[in-house]
């Protein structure tokens, strides 16, 4: 239930500020919950198209990250992704809730701003999808740091310099202009659009079900489901997000981690890299490392939607 009065300019201005502060502070607890388990998938990704491989999977990902960089090694490059986060999540929610206010208000004409399960479930995947496509150009360029942190240094020097998120971004613009924070786009495009779609939709699908057919069948529609039902929601939510359109991202990931010295000019298109790691890996190449990321996704999301919800029912 939102408390904030909807038709109110004022109460539209403390509740985008309200969305965007709960959804900042969800996003940055769910980064740490989840990044080291990103770090892996983005490692798994990113290995080279030819054989042999880096790693033979997850676990051995994680022994060697862990015997070369130590724990605190997977948690490198996390500041880019915190921003990410803080970003992505405020975005998120912020436009999802402005894209059920325009269907409200121009396809289903009620008579008083109704909660959100009154509204369609079609409509909120629809409305998820609206929310994923424009947070997705905030999100490449953050990403693209992130990925070109995490992956490991091809040189085994022990004295060589790491670069950092300012020389990253100084080394994308030198190559590629301001063109190149935005490679890769179309994957992140995709990624968030039916991902936030499958996202906000298995989210408020599972809520309806509990209060439909579960043990809050009685609840009213204002009242609040226990935790562990909305945890148990968001980490549905958080599986399908992950899950459906990982292809997107995994392709995503190898043309962010390219050497933009080696490609400037000649950049991989979305569909060559696709093209290539379906000719050299099959379907099991577009889906390297989705199980682990599928399963850090599900406590990641839990906490993110049950933290969001607890701060917006709090919200002075």
Known sequence: MDPLPRTDLSGQGERAVRDITCGAISGIVGKYIEYPFDTVKVRLQSQPDHLPLRYTGPVDCFKQSLRKDGFLGLYRGISAPLVGAAVEMSSMFLTYQMAKDAMRATIYHPSEYSATEDLPLTALLACGAAAGAFTSFLLTPIELVKCKMQVPLESSAANLQRPGPLQIMASVYRHQGLRGYW???????????????AWFGANEGT??????FG???????DESLPIWQQMTAG??????????????DTIKSQMQTEDVSKIAGGRRTFGAVGKTLWKQHGVKGLYRGCGITVARAAPSS????????????RWP
């Open 183 to 197: 490679h890769g786009q179309l994957g992140t495009l995709i990624r968030e659009t039916g991902g936030s779609s």
């Open 207 to 212: 809520k309806i079900l509990f209060r439909k």
């Open 215 to 221: 043990s809050s069948s009685k609840l009213g529609k």
């Open 235 to 248: 980490a549905f939510a958080g599986m399908s997000y992950n899950f459906v359109f990982y292809p997107a």
């Open 302 to 313: 839990a906490f993110i939607f049950t933290i969001y919800e607890g701060l917006v029912q």
